[in-house]
Each structure stands twice: as C-alpha cells, then as structure tokens.
C-alpha cells in the first residue's frame, strides 16, 4: 500500500507536497506514509482514491500490481507529461467526489 501510491503520485510527476496539500497533511507526514511500513489511516487511503479517481480496492489489493495501476490511471485520461493538466484533473475530482 505505502509502495503503491508513491508509484502513482511518481508515475504522474506529481510532488508529494503537492498530494500532501489535498490531504491537509504535512508533505513530511506524506512522506512518512510513502516511505514506512505503518498502516495508512483508512481515510487518508479514501481521499486519495478519490483525488485519483480510481477504486479504493487499487489501493488495498496485494494482487493489483503497477501494470493494473497504469492502466486504470490510462481509464482516467491522465496526461501523464504535463503536471498542470493532471493537477486540473485532481482537484476536479477531489471537488466532485466522483469515487
């Protein structure tokens, strides 16, 4: 799970202040998530499911790997190369609660 939405925030070029932002957290306390094996408070993996647009499953799935994890970011049209877009795109779905 820690490993998994690092790869995500990386795979779309995204800094984890700016993450750390949507969740009214400290980038050092994203950061503490991403890179230690504790468990991830159950709302902090909702928020991001929902800033992501994808299923809260991708999140907690041991047998979801980065292939199904790019191809479900490829499912949200995320332009991958250009940060602004992708940062458009994740606060529309943070304000339409689309998951």
């Given at each position: 799970m820690?490993?998994?939405?690092?790869?995500i925030r990386e795979?779309?070029?995204?800094?984890?202040?700016?993450?750390?932002?949507?969740?009214?957290?400290?980038?050092?306390?994203y950061i503490y998530y991403e890179k230690s094996s504790i468990d991830i408070p159950c709302e902090i993996l909702l928020l991001?499911?929902?800033?992501?647009?994808?299923?809260?499953?991708?999140?907690?799935?041991?047998?979801?790997?980065?292939?199904?994890?790019?191809?479900?970011?490829?499912?949200?049209?995320?332009n991958f190369k250009n940060k602004l877009d992708t940062l458009k795109k994740l606060e529309y779905n943070f304000a339409n609660n689309l998951n």
């Amino acid at each position: 799970m820690n490993r998994k939405i690092k790869f995500i925030r990386e795979t779309l070029n995204l800094t984890a202040t700016e993450i750390s932002r949507f969740l009214n957290i400290s980038s050092y306390k994203y950061i503490y998530y991403e890179k230690s094996s504790i468990d991830i408070p159950c709302e902090i993996l909702l928020l991001l499911a929902k800033i992501y647009g994808i299923s809260f499953a991708i999140l907690i799935d041991n047998n979801i790997g980065e292939n199904d994890i790019i191809l479900e970011l490829n499912k949200q049209s995320y332009n991958f190369k250009n940060k602004l877009d992708t940062l458009k795109k994740l606060e529309y779905n943070f304000a339409n609660n689309l998951n």
